[in-house]
């Protein structure tokens, strides 16, 4: 499925409230039975969700292609074996003909620039870029080799942006960044 999204249809900003306890109520109980830390946890999501459209807002037109997608992808390792990469992508989208991942981390993330690709493999700050490098490879496999920009967002920091990897430029070829997963 695929979404179009315009400035238009974000305008639901009144409908959060609704669709969260709507969501509340189908899983778990009455929201009006919520109390304390429950309380606390829906104004919580409630606020997110709101960030998410204002942060989707800046963004239109675009063409919403996937949430919660898992995807499998073989990848040849230099020595013959063959490993299974796999995830769950938050977020796909298109823009302007380009495809975006977008990946929300609840945690902190390491905002330096990502200087050299080997500091993927050495330091273990870098495992949210390693994966949004593997989830660019799984997409452009999917898609044709098309180009794919990724983008982690920071739902605490949200309001700062979004860390791009990259320079905020597609990923023109996986093969250009995949000789270094590969051994």
């Known amino acids: 499925w ?18 969260v306890d709507e969501a509340i109520a189908k899983e778990f109980t009455d929201p009006d ?16 969700v709101h960030q998410v459209l204002r942060h989707d807002e800046k963004q239109v037109p675009i063409r919403l292609l996937s949430l919660e997608q898992k995807y499998y992808q073989p990848f040849a390792l230099s020595d013959g074996r063959t490993v299974i990469l796999k995830g769950v992508i938050d977020r796909l989208e298109e823009q302007e003909g380009s495809l975006r991942v977008i990946d929300y981390k609840t945690g902190k993330v390491d905002a330096k620039v990502l200087k050299d690709m080997n500091e993927l493999f050495t330091d273990p700050a870098r495992k949210e870029d390693f994966q949004t490098v593997c989830y660019a490879y799984m997409v452009s496999q999917k898609h044709s080799g098309r180009p794919v920009e990724v983008s982690l967002i920071t739902l605490k920091a949200m309001s700062k942006g979004s860390k791009k990897f990259n320079q905020g430029k597609p990923l023109q070829r996986s093969e250009e960044h995949t000789s270094e997963l590969q051994s």
């Open 2 to 19: 695929s979404s179009d999204v315009c400035s238009s249809d974000l305008l639901f900003h009144k409908m959060v409230l609704p669709k």
């Open 33 to 48: 039975d919520l109390e304390g830390k429950n309380l606390l946890l829906r104004n919580v999501i409630v606020e997110l």
